[in-house]
């Protein structure tokens, strides 16, 4: 092989190889792009979960707050039942959900406010406000909720909806968010 | 020259060696590709593993939920609420549930649901409170026997509706009625008639449920002027009173006071009813298929306040509350106000002569207990500010040893309930709802009007409420065998399970019951023996010993059967004159025939319907205003009809009848009334 033939080689094969990267590094950021959009859905949907199954067992007339659309509430207080005993409904200790002082982390607390309280974060990746919200005054999302924060509560009857925005950086560094969203029957 | 010189020589040292790093190359992207795949198969493995298992959970809550349904059901018909079992569940969709049902006592059953679905079990718990039996809708009730003295008036109406004097009178839409007027005065307005004066004039006000009378008009000069409308009525309603006795029922009348019933008078089953004189009775005096048991007074107890004795012409205000009270007089011409939602439990109740007991059930109930000694003077009034029966409930499970009388001051919209006392009813006692006593004494005829709207409250407390909800698991099944199969995991062989409503716990059954042949028939035994296909209509109904309907809920419930001759007008293969034929070879037929006859499709002819008609008149006014809306019917041919039942048709129909008739033939008709 003349050195000619070789750098010949040499370039097609670089060339070859550089694509063959640029296809991977590509492939490689879609995955991590699809793959960081999954697991923030997933996390979102399990601190949703997670709050409308506590909001489900709760009793109406133990909510606090208690607003009405399009008044929302970034907390709520609520009791859960304990099952019966003596012919009277058992109720738990208050429990509350709401945001941090920071409005980043979904936080449940147990005995809020007393020297016995118990804090767990549900979430850390929450957005100051909801997905599509800008603090203008209007309902930008045209939800029926004006500058409503990344988690809010609306109540209405017997039913509650829960509204959850959660943001991260993306592998570009570019943010990516993820919104979901329930209503729930407060069943006690 | 040789062709070696031709060939291209390898140098010596190469030959043997094959030399080239493409190999490695394609090697190493191969095994970095495969790296990153796995990687990515690995965690979006992961990601599904996890939302499949939150999908499971969530699934697994519903099917639980669905278990919950489907004991809760169960015990509104007096079943134990057990549905499949560990062992034995019932089969839902992809997944399985059982509930075990267990009694708590005071009236509480506890329902635990367990709800499998692919790796997830959820459980739940439900508590929930037994319905109340009530009296309400008994009537008037006595399980001893009844003597109705000459002049008692019976009837029914239904309270949301309101109470017509007369009767209970049903309206049609406002929106029918403004229409009819407005085209009758533009009728009216266009006619030789010219325009009208009185209450048919533009500001006349509509009717309205319950009021809107219409004041008369002034005299008018046109001898065509219309009569004044009275209320407006259109349909006559069906609403029955109930008198019902655990002995027989007397009934009394005389030409100077006839007593009309209208409603049912229902003995016992082994008694009858005896009329004597001059007695309208337009409901059943059937017997009773059971005895009626009447369930005892549960007296809640509650904080003791002092003793409360009104006097003076101030009255007193009690606000919204549940207490006890040792006393309650109300002297002569004070009044108390009761502010409901309330309930009051007193151990005597004393109302003098004059007072008022103002019960305010704007806001919520009011439920008063006595339970020692109730005295009402003859003119002592006990007053609803809604009138609305279900508000208001006196239970007395005094004991007295003399008959108590009740106020008779004012009319009483309400429940009284004293199955231990015997109450002596006044003159001039007037009672919209229910009462249910011990003995009842008639010293003077009465006014009673049932509520037919306490039935369908009664029917709604009959059902059990939820008392508690809580869920008590809810998780993922961890590895091992059968971790996404909710079969494997209990072991149980998916194609032997049976769907729900195959699973309740049997349940012994007491049914009457008309069977496909028309006999009436018993069975007493297990539910899953029994052949519920053979039942055409049940009559009485209990499970475990627990009354599920009785005759009265039949009554109220049982949908109602189509005239046969309905049926057959509505024949397609008949023609017009083949259906007149059929009708009038039938007259009278009832209104169900009718109707059938004037909405028939194809139409009937408008002579033939106008024959049908005329053989049974007269006819109500419903039957009259729809044969007036029926396109086919020519304007002769309803003034033909018009006439046959004039003079004496009602105001409704001859506005209606100007929209529909040609002038002449509406003139025709106005000069007969």
């Known amino acids: ?188 | 020259m040789t062709s070696n010189s031709t060939r291209c020589h390898r140098p010596n040292h190469l030959h043997g060696k094959r030399a080239g790093g493409a190999l490695v190359l394609a090697l190493v992207s191969v095994v970095t590709v495969a790296g990153l795949t796995a990687a990515f198969l690995q965690l979006s493995t992961a990601v599904s593993r996890r939302q499949a298992h939150m999908r499971d959970k969530m699934q697994a809550f519903y099917m639980a939920e669905a278990g919950l349904a489907e004991a809760w059901a169960a015990v509104q018909i007096k079943k134990s609420g057990n549905v499949g079992t560990e062992e034995d569940p019932a089969l839902y969709g992809d997944g399985l549930f059982w509930v075990e049902a267990t009694d708590m006592g005071g009236r509480l059953i506890q329902l635990e649901s367990t709800g499998m679905v692919g790796s997830a079990t959820a459980v739940l718990s439900l508590v929930v409170e037994e319905g109340l039996e009530t009296v309400a809708d008994l009537g008037v009730y006595s399980p001893t026997s009844l003597d109705l003295p000459p002049g008692t008036f019976l009837d029914g109406y239904d309270s949301r509706l309101g109470y017509k004097d007369g009767g209970a009178l049903r309206l049609t839409s406002d929106e029918d009625l403004e229409k009819l007027l407005e085209e009758f005065l533009q009728q009216m307005e266009g006619s030789e008639l010219g325009g009208l004066s009185g209450p048919l004039g533009a500001s006349a006000p509509r009717g309205d449920r319950g009021g809107g009378t219409p004041s008369p008009p002034p005299p008018g000069d046109d001898p065509l002027e219309l009569p004044p409308a009275p209320e407006p009525v259109v349909v006559e309603d069906e609403f029955a009173g109930r008198i019902a006795s655990g002995g027989g029922i007397t009934v009394n009348g005389t030409v100077e006071l006839p007593t009309v019933i209208q409603g049912d008078l229902v003995p016992s089953p082994q008694d009858t009813v005896s009329m004597n004189g001059t007695v309208s009775v337009t409901g059943s005096t059937d017997p009773a298929a059971d005895d009626v048991e009447l369930p005892a007074i549960e007296v809640p107890v509650l904080n003791t306040l002092a003793a409360c004795m009104h006097s003076g012409s101030a009255p007193l205000l009690m606000l919204p509350t549940e207490a006890h009270l040792p006393s309650l007089e109300v002297a002569q011409g004070s009044e108390v106000i009761v502010q409901g939602p309330a309930t009051l439990v007193i151990d005597s109740l004393t109302l003098a002569a004059g007072a008022r007991l103002y019960l305010d059930t704007t806001e919520g109930e009011v439920t008063i207990y006595v339970t020692t000694a109730a005295s009402f003077a003859e003119n002592a009034q006990v007053l609803n500010s809604t009138e609305d029966p279900a508000n208001l409930s006196l239970n007395i499970s005094a004991q007295p040893a003399e008959p108590i009388g009740l106020p008779a001051g004012a009319p009483i919209h309400g429940v009284i309930y004293a199955p231990d006392a015997e109450l002596t009813v006044p003159p001039g006692f007037e009672l919209f709802g229910s009462l249910v006593a011990q003995q009842v004494t008639f010293a003077a005829p009465p006014r009673l009007h049932f509520d037919e709207n306490l039935a369908e409250v009664a029917r709604e407390r009959a059902l059990p409420s939820l008392f508690s909800w809580r869920i008590v698991e809810l998780e993922n099944a961890l590895l091992g065998p059968g971790a996404n199969d909710p079969f494997v995991r209990l072991g149980v062989n998916r194609a032997a399970l049976l769907p729900p409503a195959r699973v309740h716990e049997d349940n012994p059954l007491d049914i009457t019951y008309e069977d496909n042949g028309g006999l009436i028939q018993n069975y007493a035994g297990p539910e899953s023996a029994f052949d519920w296909s053979q039942v055409r209509k049940p009559k009485a109904l209990s499970r475990g010993g627990e009354k599920v309907i009785g005759e009265e809920d039949l009554k109220a419930v049982t949908a109602p059967t189509i005239d046969p001759l309905a049926k057959a007008v509505d024949d397609p293969a008949k023609n017009s004159s083949d259906v007149r034929d059929l009708l009038l070879a039938a007259t009278p037929i009832s209104k169900d025939a009718l109707l059938a006859s004037i909405h028939r499709e194809p139409e009937m002819n408008s002579s033939h319907l106008k024959d049908v008609l005329e053989a049974n008149a007269p006819l109500n006014d419903q039957i009259m205003l729809e044969a007036l809306r029926n396109s086919t019917m020519s304007s002769s041919d309803l003034k033909s009809v018009l006439l046959t039942m004039s003079p004496g048709l009602s105001a409704q129909v001859l506005m209606a009848a100007a929209a529909y008739l040609a002038p002449s033939d509406l003139l025709s008709v106005q000069g007969a009334q």
């Open chain 1, 1 to 188: 092989m003349t050195a000619m033939e070789l750098v010949l080689a040499l370039a097609l094969l670089a060339i070859i190889a550089l694509k063959a990267s640029m296809v991977l590094t590509s492939a490689n950021e879609a995955q991590q792009q699809d793959s960081a959009i999954m697991a923030l859905e997933d996390q979102a949907r399990r601190a949703l979960d997670q709050i409308a199954y506590a909001v489900m067992g709760s009793d109406r007339d133990s909510l606090i707050p208690d607003p009405e659309s399009p008044i929302f509430s970034t907390s709520l207080r609520y009791s859960i039942s304990l099952g019966v005993e003596d012919g009277e409904v058992v109720w738990d200790d208050p429990e509350e959900i709401g945001l941090s002082l920071d409005e980043s982390q979904v936080i449940w607390r147990k005995n809020p406010g007393t020297a016995e309280e118990l804090r767990v974060a549900w979430c850390n990746v929450v957005r100051p406000f909801l997905e599509g919200e800008i603090p203008n005054g209007t309902d930008d999302n045209g939800n029926g909720i004006v500058d409503e924060n990344g988690l809010s509560f609306v109540v209405e009857r017997d039913a509650v909806t829960i509204r959850l925005s959660v943001q991260r950086p993306g592998p570009q560094n570019q943010p990516i968010s993820e919104t979901v969203s329930t209503m729930v029957t407060v069943r006690n």
